[in-house]
């Protein structure tokens, strides 16, 4: 009587372990696109309702900072609502809260952007960060004075999933200069450091240091990710509707300095060794390709004593 393999067994190799391995490498397959260039560039964000701004009628934010080292000095990533001077910031778990504050300046923004980069070249389907912000939203007139703001809880309340990161892999934030890192302490020069980005508009201004306003009138966020396979960061960007050169349009030329500031994530048990994405998929593909060659030994003939 023949087996169950044996019958099916063109069933299996024409579809069935094609179909495993995608399963298996499927998320290595699906690809994202470097942002290209470094700077005066435009970027999509995440969101399912888009940017609240857009540039040249278009639904994209322009990243145009204007020389080396400049703009890099104003945003903040911190702890507290009242910290202007940030730091490196770790978190280890998968959930956390922290604020985007400024400082030097005129110190306002009319709209706070999120960066989000996760240190892999795929993410899990089952992968997962919900974002949560709080703030005032800023109108300003052609001058760039404040002429009104509220206050918004939730302005953003989105979960994002893999699909979303569609920039990377890359080792570098978008500013004036070139590979400027996603974290402190990056070498942008490993490999291993080969990351996925996206960005998120929180829909949010910045009135930095306002003590009459919640939270110091600057930008509270709250996230939760699930199913993180490696270390995040977040930077802030920075953008301002008039700005000299591109008015009416607006475009962000600011943002956290990695050299000393930014808002680290480490996933849970990230202390304890694990295999790595990449190994396991390249594990489970070496099984699979094993089970086939077993499948395929020959049947040995039967001689008579």
Known sequence: MKSFWKIH?????????????????????????????????SVNVANDAGPRFLYGGNPVYYINFGGSGLGLNNL????????????????????????????????????VILLVSVKATSL??????????????????ASGNITSYTYVNPSVSEQFGPADFIYGTQRWKPVYDPNYALWVGENTSDSANDSLLMFVDLYL???????????????????????????????????RFNVVGTPGDGTIAWSNNTGTDGWKVMPEGSDIPTLS???????????????????????RRQTSC
């Open 205 to 239: 201004g910045n009135m930095n240091q306002n003590t009459s306003l919640i939270n110091n009138g600057v930008v509270r966020v709250d996230y939760q990710f699930q199913n993180l396979p490696g270390m995040a960061a977040f930077n802030a960007y920075g953008y």
């Open 124 to 141: 899990p389907s089952n992968f997962s960060l919900t974002i949560n912000a709080s703030g005032y939203t800023v109108t300003t007139d």
């Open 76 to 111: 903040k990533v911190a702890a507290g609502c009242n910290d202007t001077t940030g730091g490196d910031f770790i978190n280890y778990g998968n959930n956390g809260t922290f604020f985007i504050t400024a400082s030097g300046g005129k110190a306002y923004f009319d709209e």
């Open 277 to 299: 994405e990449w190994g396991l998929m390249i594990l489970a593909a070496f099984l699979l390709v094993a089970l086939m060659l077993l499948m395929r030994r020959p049947k």
């Open 9 to 41: 067994r063109n069933r299996w190799q024409k579809f069935i372990f094609p179909m495993l391995l995608f399963l298996v490498m499927g998320p290595a397959l699906m690809g994202a696109t470097p942002i290209n260039p470094n700077n005066a560039v």
